[in-house]
């Protein structure tokens, strides 16, 4: 573990922007923001009266019939993420977003943490009206636990294992876990806090009966590897709070940008997927992406009505750019569709891509990736391909290697396939290449 991680989260980010921007709420308006059949976050007042995050709508609105619903939309939300990253980046030279209210950064620099987190504070307070909260450490695992800690974990042991940092105003922004104090203080929580592993291993532990993080520590490493195989030796290093990835700079922002105009507007989801399975192609080829694994993602869709629809997708465990980017755009793209906020025929396209280095991304890919339970698993065959892909265009030019949609098909190719019970799009390009027998 090297260096000085910190993790910030930011409680009522949702409603705050929602009090700021919506004209329909006031500041002592009773709302709740709900994505699918959950409450993501709600209103000061709603949760006076009873409201709490993670509740079902229909339960929320038994115990408060006058809850204004507000449907979560991410293009509503993530221009004043982005703008919060922007500013922990002049703190930090990297900057890490797990989504709209997380992020890790990069401490290691920074000559006074309390203070310049202090600062950042007051630019997020004045920015949405809501403070964030802080845990630092040595691991992002035990940095990301740290801030948002359960309430009933706040212990006299607890203020014993942390150093609480105060504002110049006397207020606790956040706490650090005391060097070599990692281990004890994980003990107690409940073995779910492990974030990094997959929910298929963390139910896994649950059917063994392991409920607290002590539990795991006290099976021992050898006990672990017996059950789990190479995967047991990862989870025990969990337990006691080591882990050994490091923070990919997504902000500073620095990413390659790939656009199309149609010629007439376009509005036929097949049209405007091969445009962006096109796009994709393009950025793939980029060289100043060649052996990057991508962190975020962007589409945005110009309308002839003036009007632009944009979805992104900021990434927990990076993909490889060729392995993933298309994955992505499409599921960018269906998602736009889906949720029904394109009323109008688009003019015009763009893909833009943010990204790290994939050796930079630590996360045990080569040890992890035989195992079922790995949480990199898919990562670590993304960066495998991206490299030979890489390595391949390099020795033999950019146009030699290129992705299955894009294979041009000869008469005799179509016959092999028909032959051989695959089905394609009948056309120049194939859209699916799966076996139909």
Same mark, same amino acid.
């Given at each position: 573990?090297?260096?000085?991680?910190?993790?910030?989260?930011?409680?009522?980010?949702?409603?705050?922007?929602?009090?700021?921007?919506?004209?329909?709420?006031?500041?002592?308006?009773?709302?709740?923001?709900?994505?699918?059949?959950?409450?993501?976050?709600?209103?000061?007042?709603?949760?006076?009266?009873?409201?709490?995050?993670?509740?079902?709508?229909?339960?929320?609105?038994?115990?408060?019939?006058?809850?204004?619903?507000?449907?979560?939309?991410?293009?509503?939300?993530?221009?004043?993420?982005?703008?919060?990253?922007?500013?922990?980046?002049?703190?930090?030279?990297?900057?890490?977003?797990?989504?709209?209210?997380?992020?890790?950064?990069?401490?290691?620099?920074?000559?006074?943490?309390?203070?310049?987190?202090?600062?950042?504070?007051?630019?997020?307070?004045?920015?949405?009206?809501?403070?964030?909260?802080?845990?630092?450490?040595?691991?992002?695992?035990?940095?990301?636990?740290?801030?948002?800690?359960?309430?009933?974990?706040?212990?006299?042991?607890?203020?014993?294992?942390?150093?609480?940092?105060?504002?110049?105003?006397?207020?606790?922004?956040?706490?650090? @876990?005391?060097?070599? /104090?990692?281990?004890?203080? +994980?003990?107690? =929580?409940?073995?779910? *806090? !492990?974030?990094?592993?997959?929910?298929?291993?963390?139910?896994?532990?649950?059917?063994?009966?392991?409920?607290?993080?002590?539990?795991?520590?006290?099976?021992?490493?050898?006990?672990?590897?017996?059950?789990?195989?190479?995967?047991?030796?990862?989870?025990?290093?969990?337990?006691?709070?080591?882990?050994?990835?490091?923070?990919?700079?997504?902000?500073?922002?620095?990413?390659?940008?790939?656009?199309?105009?149609?010629?007439?507007?376009?509005?036929?989801?097949?049209?405007?997927?091969?445009?962006?399975?096109?796009?994709?192609?393009?950025?793939?080829?980029?060289?100043?992406?060649?052996?990057?694994?991508?962190?975020?993602?962007?589409?945005?869709?110009?309308?002839?009505?003036?009007?632009?629809?944009?979805?992104?997708?900021?990434? @927990?465990?990076?993909? /490889?750019?060729?392995?993933? +980017?298309?994955? =992505?755009?499409?599921? *960018? !793209?269906?998602?736009?569709?889906?949720?029904?906020?394109?009323?109008?025929?688009?003019?015009?396209?763009?893909?833009?891509?943010?990204?790290?280095?994939?050796?930079?991304?630590?996360?045990?890919?080569?040890?992890?990736?035989?195992?079922?339970?790995?949480?990199?698993?898919?990562?670590?065959?993304?960066?495998?391909?991206?490299?030979?892909?890489?390595?391949?265009?390099?020795?033999?030019?950019?146009?030699?290697?290129?992705?299955?949609?894009?294979?041009?098909?000869?008469?005799?190719?179509?016959?092999?396939?028909?032959?051989?019970?695959?089905?394609?799009?009948?056309?120049?390009?194939?859209?699916?290449?799966?076996?139909?027998?």
């Amino acid at each position: 573990m090297r260096g000085i991680i910190g993790h910030i989260w930011l409680p009522g980010f949702y409603s705050s922007v929602e009090m700021r921007t919506n004209e329909s709420v006031s500041n002592g308006a009773v709302f709740a923001i709900v994505k699918g059949h959950r409450i993501l976050d709600i209103s000061p007042e709603a949760r006076r009266k009873g409201i709490r995050p993670g509740m079902t709508w229909q339960q929320a609105y038994i115990v408060c019939p006058e809850l204004v619903r507000i449907e979560y939309t991410p293009e509503r939300y993530s221009g004043f993420a982005d703008t919060i990253w922007e500013m922990c980046a002049k703190y930090s030279p990297a900057v890490e977003p797990l989504d709209e209210i997380e992020a890790f950064i990069e401490l290691s620099f920074c000559p006074n943490i309390t203070s310049a987190l202090d600062e950042l504070s007051r630019d997020v307070k004045g920015f949405i009206g809501a403070l964030p909260s802080y845990g630092i450490a040595r691991s992002k695992l035990v940095a990301r636990i740290l801030s948002g800690v359960l309430p009933e974990a706040r212990t006299e042991r607890f203020l014993r294992l942390t150093e609480h940092m105060i504002s110049s105003e006397g207020k606790s922004i956040g706490a650090k @876990v005391v060097t070599g /104090g990692e281990e004890e203080f +994980l003990k107690p =929580l409940p073995v779910n *806090l !492990l974030w990094p592993l997959d929910e298929d291993v963390l139910s896994y532990l649950c059917r063994l009966g392991v409920g607290s993080i002590g539990e795991l520590q006290r099976m021992g490493q050898s006990v672990l590897v017996d059950m789990l195989g190479e995967a047991g030796y990862v989870i025990y290093q969990y337990s006691l709070g080591m882990d050994y990835s490091q923070v990919s700079a997504v902000f500073p922002q620095n990413g390659v940008t790939f656009s199309k105009a149609f010629d007439s507007p376009v509005s036929d989801w097949h049209a405007l997927s091969a445009i962006t399975s096109e796009g994709a192609s393009h950025l793939m080829e980029h060289q100043d992406l060649a052996y990057m694994a991508v962190r975020r993602v962007e589409i945005a869709l110009k309308c002839d009505n003036g009007h632009t629809v944009s979805c992104k997708k900021h990434l @927990v465990k990076p993909v /490889g750019m060729y392995g993933g +980017l298309q994955r =992505l755009c499409g599921h *960018l !793209l269906n998602e736009i569709f889906v949720t029904g906020h394109l009323h109008a025929p688009v003019e015009a396209v763009s893909i833009s891509v943010y990204g790290s280095s994939p050796k930079k991304t630590g996360g045990q890919i080569d040890m992890l990736f035989p195992s079922r339970f790995s949480p990199y698993r898919v990562q670590a065959s993304d960066e495998v391909m991206d490299e030979v892909i890489c390595k391949v265009r390099e020795r033999f030019g950019p146009g030699t290697v290129f992705p299955g949609r894009e294979w041009k098909l000869t008469r005799r190719d179509k016959l092999f396939l028909a032959s051989e019970g695959y089905i394609y799009e009948e056309g120049k390009r194939i859209a699916s290449c799966c076996n139909g027998r």
